[in-house]
């Protein structure tokens, strides 16, 4: 694993009047050059934007395909946004960090839930967490 792609629900969290606690000590925490956001994240963030009053990435098409088929087989269907972060992230080596852990659990791919109780997420390597103070991407 090399790093986070992080949900859309992560970054609407950071931005909430009252954010969970667990999420924002684990953004604090995580190394800013390990998170990652996807073009599709940012496009449902301004998908969300739009609609208020008033107001370089490449994903693999076989490998969503193929994650697609795999689920539907499993009877246990993944939308089409699910199934191409949970692409992105493996094809980058990236733990996909959401609140929507069982969306994404008809595809092999890692992810983490920042929602969680804080013991448990300290189960991650420790060599990926270093003092951070904002969610970036790629240089």
């Not at 950071?14 to 050059?33: C, F, G, Q, Y």
């Not at 993944?78 to 969306?103: C, K, M, P």
Request: contains cysteine; proline residues 4%; hydrophobic residues 35%.
């Amino acid at each position: 694993m090399s790093g986070f792609l992080l949900d859309t629900n992560c970054i609407s969290e950071l931005v909430r009047s009252k954010p969970d606690s667990n999420v924002t000590t684990w953004i604090e925490d995580a190394e800013e050059s390990l998170l990652y956001l996807s073009v599709l994240t940012l496009g449902e963030i301004r998908k969300g934007l739009a609609s208020l009053p008033q107001g370089k990435e490449e994903v693999s098409s076989k490998r969503g395909s193929k994650l697609t088929a795999n689920a539907k087989a499993k009877g246990k269907p993944i939308s089409t946004i699910g199934v191409l972060l949970a692409a992105t992230a493996i094809q980058h080596d990236l733990t996909l960090v959401s609140r929507n852990v069982g969306d994404f659990a008809p595809v092999p791919v890692q992810v983490l839930n920042p929602w969680e109780h804080r013991s448990q997420m300290d189960k991650l390597d420790k060599s990926l967490i270093r003092i951070g103070t904002r969610v970036g991407g790629s240089e």
